[in-house]
């Protein structure tokens, strides 16, 4: 990418493994360089939802232009499609300001359908969705594993949002979404894209995510999952099966204890994490930015640097 072409159609995208620190570097980059964050994050987009999505306070989105927080209901299905084209139009709004999109965070399958392009799958009928949610989820992944196994072998049995995904486009299209999947699309995003991640060792990443899922539970993430559900929101809405609000839910319904409910947070984030991390790692458009124990003064240099470079 050339530092005109991106100055005037292209992004900087900023991922990394959750709980490196993407976000605190993206707003120290924002006060310094005309940028606008874009998020990429299946759990900010939702309304209600603060503790457990670590959101960015009212007071800072206030002064820094976050785009991609509160676009939803709790209840709603957020698919990767929509966000790649709200991400789309912001990122075309931020261009038409003159200014630099810096897209930050770390939801892959949102990451792939805005920088990549989704599969040609269509979206599918909210009736064929909802039959689906009211199945268990071992029944779930047990059907997919016997009309779509291809499927079934990339999708973790646990991730009911997925696999509801999976199942309804073969049910309405009557073809695996692998076979879908296999027939790419154009990304939504017409310049060029540089690709940052932020990484750390990986005990001080683990230690960062264990600190993490401490201190949600220790602000109430389990008194602001009462408070969903007494105002209305479902047990099996789609945001509630979130890392974290899946745990704080069991707490609630008493099948875990507080400490088990923090225990299998941070076991399931280091998961993720990990996942996170081999994504990163496979792709080698990524510039791979290291952040020791003690802060992340080298990255913060090296993405000053390009933005500084463009702005």
Not at 113 to 138: F, K, M, Q, Y
Not at 182 to 189: F, K, V
Not at 253 to 258: K, N, V
Not at 261 to 268: F, G, I, L, Q
Request: hydrophobic share 40%; proline share 6%.
């Amino acid at each position: 990418m050339t530092e005109a072409e991106s100055s005037r159609t292209g992004i900087v995208f900023l991922g990394g493994p959750t709980a490196v620190g993407k976000g605190a570097l993206a707003i120290r980059l924002a006060g310094a360089f005309p940028v606008e964050l874009v998020l990429c994050d299946s759990v900010k987009v939702y309304r209600g939802l603060e503790i457990g999505a670590n959101k960015p306070s009212l007071e800072l989105r206030a002064k820094v232009p976050i785009h991609l927080v509160d676009v939803c209901d709790p209840a709603e299905r957020f698919s990767a499609g929509r966000y790649a084209r709200l991400a789309a139009e912001a990122v075309a709004g931020i261009h038409d300001r003159g200014r630099i999109p810096l897209v930050v965070g770390g939801t892959l399958l949102f990451a792939r359908a805005l920088l990549d392009g989704l599969s040609g799958a269509p979206e599918t009928d909210s009736d064929i969705e909802r039959g689906l949610e009211a199945l268990e989820t071992g029944e779930l992944a047990e059907r997919l594993r016997r009309c779509d196994p291809v499927s079934a072998d990339r999708i973790h049995p646990h991730d009911r949002q997925r696999l509801v995904r999976a199942l309804a486009v073969h049910l309405q299209t009557g073809r695996g979404l692998s076979e879908w999947n296999a027939e790419t699309a154009p990304g939504p995003l017409g310049g060029p894209v540089i690709r940052f991640a932020l990484i750390r060792p990986r005990g001080d990443l683990y230690a960062r995510i264990d600190e993490r899922s401490g201190r949600m539970f220790e602000r109430g993430l389990v008194e602001e999952v009462r408070g969903l559900l007494e105002s209305g929101i479902p047990p099996s809405a789609p945001a509630l099966e979130s890392i974290g609000y899946t745990q704080a839910a069991a707490c609630l319904r008493g099948d875990i204890s507080p400490e088990r409910a923090m225990e299998d947070t941070a076991t399931a984030t280091r998961r993720l994490a990990k996942r996170q991390l081999t994504w990163i790692r496979s792709d080698p458009r990524f510039v791979m930015l290291e952040a020791d124990p003690t802060g992340e003064e080298s990255a913060y240099d090296a993405l000053a640097r390009r933005l500084g470079a463009i702005s």
